[in-house]
């Protein structure tokens, strides 16, 4: 089962910068992503989505799950929980990734003007490698569907590169 991670950045080109390092460690065999994506959210309010390209020669989801799960947090007004929670299980069940309406409030709260995500759907990792990695490029984790053990961990390694 693919693992969703979405990190908020404070800026586009460091988002930028740890997904090329993503790639850079899935060459190198350390992760498996199955699909990644940044959204950024302009200093002028609007809302740009840039799907990975180099990741579509190895089976990736692809524009049309990220298209939808973007489209669903920053576009559709909330009119409710059942449509939202309705909308979520469909995207769910498709990915079997854990989108809810606590998954789209977190990113579209986390996600400040002039800034962007980083959303990564992860098959597998060696987290002990790759969180040294990237860890030292900052970013607040806004939500996960790891375990909680998992995400305290990532929190951690985070917050410790942040004081070095």
Known sequence: MATLIAVAYDDLGTAVQVRDKLFELQNEHLITLTDAAIVEHTAEGKIKMKPAVNLAATGAAGGALWGGLIGLIFFMPLVGAAVGAATGALVGSKTDIGVDDKFMKDVA?????????LFLLVEDSTRDKVLPRIAPMGGRVIHTSLSQEAENQLKEAIEAARHH
């Open 109 to 117: 709260e986390g996600l400040k003007p002039g800034g962007a995500a």
